[in-house]
């Protein structure tokens, strides 16, 4: 399977990246190259040539069992207090590029290179923490599911395997 996206490298042109919200500005500015570097996050960018179109980020996370929905509970071992997850920390497009279908390819290319990992290393669902309303509602839209007593929303690894 193919992925539109590529690690964010020295050559992109991360100044020149504004997708109109400060915080995730700053973070392509400032903060993601030190992130890949110490392996806290991975950052994978859409890019035509040094242009950043948009950009992800994923990274490892546990969610405690008790937050899933009673019925996803019920199918799992309750041993596993902490289940291991895939974070897609953030995600933005340029604002040049906005109103184009970058961030829903963004999200594709996301959930794709999550569930091809997780048969390498394991993540039951991918968890987002979305910044604002508008974030929330995109997530949802796709199907991703509350995580009760948490501002987070989820997605079973099970429900990405179907798309793949």
Do not use: W
């Not at 100044?15 to 950052?43: M, P, T, W």
């Not at 279908?101 to 390498?120: M, N, P, Q, T, V």
């Amino acid at each position: 399977m193919s992925l539109l996206t590529v690690i964010l490298s020295g050559s992109h042109n991360k100044e020149s990246f504004s997708c109109g919200n400060i915080l995730l500005d700053a973070y392509l500015h400032k903060q993601a190259k030190q992130d890949v570097k110490r392996k806290l996050a991975a950052c994978f960018v859409l890019a035509q040539k040094t242009v950043i179109k948009g950009y992800y980020t994923l990274s490892g996370l546990s969610i405690n069992q008790n937050l899933l929905p009673a019925e996803m509970q019920r199918k799992l071992p309750p041993s596993y207090l902490k289940l291991p997850a895939t974070l897609l920390g953030r995600l933005a497009v340029d604002s040049k590029h906005q109103g184009q279908g970058i961030g829903e390819l963004l999200l594709i290319d996301a959930l794709k290179r999550s569930y091809l990992a997780s048969s390498e290393v394991a993540s039951m669902a991918v968890v987002v923490d979305p910044i604002d309303a508008a974030a929330f509602k995109f997530y949802q839209k796709y199907g991703f599911l509350e995580l009760p007593e948490s501002d987070k929303l989820f997605l079973p690894m099970a429900t990405i395997a179907q798309l793949f």
